[in-house]
């Protein structure tokens, strides 16, 4: 996917953007541009989050930046990926790649980021629904938004 930064446009250096948890114990900040800005609708966004979809970005890890002592605590889910939550609130709000050979190929340089913890406006929308046939069957989403299977560019819209 395209990169775009958070006026929505390619390239150009922009200011940082601030994210935290529910109880500001982990604070942290991306500098864009951002990688997307989607909406995953799969099994274990859904469960890790408890809602519907989760909106995601993300950055290269030199473009993240969290002090060594954020009280963070990362759950592996697979031999694959990590979920980072704070362990005073309980907010989730991370996601890494620790090993390649995931079906869905997340980038293990890259840091993933949960839109809504982030304390400024992304200044762009997300551009796609991805794990879209994992949806829960009581959302239908009202947008015009292109629907894909898993994190690839199938689309099932069409």
């Known amino acids: 996917m395209d990169t775009v930064d958070a006026a929505g446009q390619q390239g150009a250096a922009e200011q940082p953007l601030h994210g935290r948890c529910l109880c500001g114990a982990v ?30 970005t993300s950055v290269p890890f030199d473009r993240f930046a969290m002090p060594s002592d954020a009280p963070v605590r990362w759950y592996r889910s697979s031999s694959f990926i990590e979920w980072g939550f704070c362990e005073r609130c309980g907010s989730s ?29 992304l200044g762009c929308a997300p551009k796609v629904h991805v794990s879209y046939e994992e949806r829960v069957a009581w959302f239908e989403p009202g947008d015009a938004l292109p629907k894909h299977r898993g994190k690839t560019d199938e689309r099932l819209d069409r």
């Open 27 to 56: 604070q942290f900040t991306l500098q864009p541009p951002l990688d997307f800005v989607s909406h995953c609708h799969c099994e274990s966004c859904r469960r890790s989050h408890g809602a519907a979809f989760v909106t995601w």
């Open 93 to 121: 709000m991370l996601y890494r790649a620790v090993a390649d050979g995931h079906p869905e190929s997340p980038k293990r340089d890259r840091m993933y980021v949960t839109a809504a913890s982030l304390q400024e406006p």
